[in-house]
């Protein structure tokens, strides 16, 4: 599964690894968060190198739906019930200066991006309702969103809320020119080189490890998603998502805003021009990580919902998903790891709005590093792992432990002496352990179906053939190699 924006991407050129080199900072990670740090730490004269273990925006960013949009379906009214109008405040404020930050870059350097109106919407009494909580949790902190029934929408609404002036994106091709200012003000970046740990020198210092050698950095910045060091205990507080996105050729009149539904499940949509093509991307059904059988009929019903709604093809162009995750508290987790951290930075727990929080999160960390303050990061990035008593961590990690129950038993019980069909992969019991068995192009393979991070049994994801995590969500190839998420080694093979 091949996204839009990872198959019209500029080259982006890729460094040599140096073994014993000294740094600055080491930046771990390519993505939005990656580079506009490294980027904004160079700029002040920094020796900064990133670390990508696949390729430039290959995980989230290559895979969002690229709305750089301060109304953001019901984060508001989440953020507010946990937390205060202040905070929501500071927040939004935080978004802001991430949006204008970004869209000044793009200016500056020629990257297009289009304005758009920001529309989220509801289709039942119940969706209204949720509509007027984030209206009033918006107004109360200092975000101007107006209410109405008047959309471009070919179906019937029960309202919906309005934010003017958001704006769009082609993701790769900021990601190339962030690539660029870092490489002029002297950075290094290198693709293929995976981070497995670090840490901390005698004195002052890190010591980071890498499969290709170790490095040392005055400071650390894990730009990963979710931090693959267990130090922050991040994975106990975040709960992985998956979700999907199609683009589909227009052939009509669609509409021209960004649009997100409250109502399950949920619709996302906006318009995107790449190489002279007009598409209409549309997103949702997102589910937790690892724990939903039969993904490709998601993709399906997903592209199904578009056509019968729009004026677009018949099939889509591009079909691809993302990983997001939502915080316990939904904040960010932004800044200094809490425990045994001291040097390491770290950015996650996005909810699925990495666009505008990936800058806001960058101007922080850098700051942070440089020894500056940003008013609006002071209360909303101080430490705040939540608490293991909070009731939404509670029940997130009682289904953690479920799932690890019920993935040991069932892969235990079922026994196999034949391949999969194609496309297709079990858990089965050889020798005592769970095996992961699939085959892909013809290919039969067998790999651990054990994760290396934390010893979850991992299921099989039809829709992008790979394996993944119901735990923290680590995801693998067919043939074990490690995608994303907070592991870092590859499956063993069975």
Wanted: hydrophobic share 40%; net charge negative.
């Amino acid at each position: 599964m091949l996204s839009l924006w990872l198959d019209s991407a500029p080259a982006i050129p890729s460094g040599a690894f140096e073994p014993g080199a000294a740094y600055d900072t080491v930046v771990v990670g390519a993505g939005l968060t990656g580079l506009t740090t490294a980027a904004l730490l160079a700029r002040s004269g920094q020796k900064v190198v990133i670390l990508e273990a696949r390729t430039v925006g290959a995980v989230t960013t290559g895979n969002t739906t690229a709305k750089l949009s301060l109304l953001q379906g019901t984060i508001l009214s989440g953020i507010t019930s946990h937390h205060n109008a202040e905070i929501a405040g500071q927040y939004v404020e935080a978004n802001r200066q991430g949006q204008s930050w970004l869209l000044r870059f793009c200016d500056e350097n020629g990257i297009r991006y289009e304005t758009r109106d920001a529309y989220t919407y509801a289709t039942t009494e119940q969706g209204r309702k949720s509509l007027l909580k984030e209206q009033e949790a918006a107004r109360a902190a200092g975000l101007d969103v107006e209410l109405t029934e008047d959309t471009e929408l070919p179906y019937e609404v029960t309202g919906a809320l309005r934010l003017t002036g958001q704006a769009q994106i082609h993701p790769l091709e900021v990601l190339a020119g962030l690539a660029q200012d870092y490489r002029a003000h002297g950075g290094t970046l290198v693709e293929g080189v995976r981070v497995t740990g670090a840490k901390h020198q005698e004195g002052a210092g890190i010591t980071v490890l890498t499969g290709q050698g170790e490095v040392s950095a005055r400071n650390l910045v894990l730009a990963t998603g979710i931090p693959i060091l267990d130090r922050g205990g991040y994975f106990s507080v975040l709960k992985p998502e998956r979700s999907y996105a199609a683009a589909l050729p227009v052939t009509g009149a669609v509409p021209q805003g960004m649009y997100l539904s409250v109502d399950s499940p949920t619709r996302s949509l906006r318009t995107a021009e790449v190489d002279g093509m007009s598409y209409l991307l549309a997103g949702g059904n997102g589910h937790t990580v690892g724990r939903k059988k039969n993904t490709q009929e998601l993709v399906d019903d997903l592209v199904g919902w578009t056509v019968e709604n729009f004026e677009v093809g018949t099939a889509a162009s591009y079909a691809w998903s993302a990983q997001d995750y939502a915080p316990a508290r939904s904040l960010p987790y932004v800044g200094q790891l809490p425990l045994m951290g001291a040097n390491i930075y770290a950015a996650t727990g996005y909810n699925k709005w990495g666009m505008t929080n990936a800058a806001a999160a960058s101007l922080a960390l850098s700051a942070e590093i440089l020894g500056g303050e940003n008013p609006w990061a002071r209360e909303l990035y101080k430490p705040r792992v939540a608490p293991l008593d909070a009731a939404s961590t509670l029940r997130d990690n009682a289904e953690v432990g479920l799932e690890m129950l019920t993935g040991w038993a069932a892969g235990l019980a079922r026994s196999t002496d034949t391949a999969p069909p194609e496309g297709q992969g079990v858990v089965a019991r050889e020798n005592g352990k769970p095996v992961g068995i699939c085959t892909v192009r013809g290919e039969t393979s067998r790999v651990s179906a054990v994760c290396p991070h934390l010893k979850g049994v991992l299921n099989w994801n039809d829709a992008e053939q790979s394996w993944d995590c119901p735990l923290h969500g680590s995801r693998f190839s067919a043939q074990g190699a490690l995608l994303e998420g907070p592991s870092v080694k590859n499956l063993d093979p069975a």
